[in-house]
């Protein structure tokens, strides 16, 4: 046991130290890019975290974010769901999933973009259609990550329940998700980066209220400043969110 402490302590602290090299070499080519292309162009760090602590002590920002939060939030709700009971289903039903799978790949590789104005049509502007956008993104790699762990499964988990006469429900709940879960994260995280992706490119084309519609209004302003540090806000959100996620992953995992 005393072995094992220090053992366990010199991946995390390798992590730690990945991290902040990683974070370090960013800064800097960022501010070699500020120094080559001038502030026409880009802000430089410390000008962009200036202006982010002044746009956070406005309540118009604040109004902002939260239009961002609650889309984002609606759309990772709605594609966890839609993801990983899909996901479930068809992995189940192996002859269904064999061939959804390879039509839900296709319909993954269509470029989003295409479809925001059918997604306009159908939502209208607004809430609607930021959330919409935001699961178009986000539920089919869940889908994906979810079916391809249930027909890894042990065949004879499924075998055991069917010997148990265990319902379609049952089966769900107590065989498959307890040994998909670490995938389902892993799913889960990648669909948290692309449905909050969704969600800023829908603000960018038809809203009023958003960090994406602040992104494109500083653009369209030319105000550099705003545009960076929008931008640098949303990494360390996206960052911060996805660290999180692959701790639980990799918690889950070797938990399983």
């Known amino acids: 046991m005393s072995a094992a402490a220090p053992l366990a302590a010199g991946p995390r602290r390798s992590g730690f130290l990945d991290g902040a090299v990683t974070i370090v070499v960013l800064v800097g080519l960022w501010q070699a890019l500020h120094a080559y292309a001038g502030d026409a162009a880009i802000a430089s760090p410390l000008a962009a975290l200036r202006h982010l602590s002044g746009l956070a002590a406005t309540a118009g920002f604040w109004s902002h974010a939260s239009a961002t939060l609650t889309a984002f ?29 390879p039509i839900l790949a296709g319909l993954y590789s269509i470029p989003k973009v295409t479809l925001y ?77 692309l449905t909050l992706l969704g969600v800023l490119v ?30 640098l806000m949303l990494v360390i959100v996206a960052v ?13 995992f070797h938990r399983a």
């Open 73 to 101: 939030a609606a759309a990772l709700v709605i594609s966890a769901a839609l993801g990983i009971g899909l996901g479930l289903i068809l992995g189940l039903r192996r002859f269904a999933g064999e061939v959804a799978e």
């Open 117 to 193: 104005p059918v997604i306009l049509l159908v939502f209208g502007l607004g809430l609607g259609a930021k959330v919409a956008f935001g699961v178009i993104h986000g539920v089919i790699p869940i889908i994906l990550f979810t079916l391809t762990a249930v027909k890894g499964i042990n065949p004879v988990l499924i075998r055991t329940a069917r010997a148990l006469r265990l319902s379609q429900a049952e089966t769900i709940r107590t065989v498959l998700a307890p040994a998909v879960l670490p995938e389902i994260v892993t799913g889960l995280r990648v669909g948290f980066s």
């Open 202 to 231: 829908g603000e960018m084309f038809a809203s009023q209220k958003g960090l994406g519609f602040l992104i494109v209004n500083g653009i369209s302003l030319h105000n550099v400043k705003q545009t960076t540090a929008v931008i």
């Open 240 to 252: 911060s969110a996805n660290g999180l996620l692959l701790w639980l992953d990799r918690r889950f």
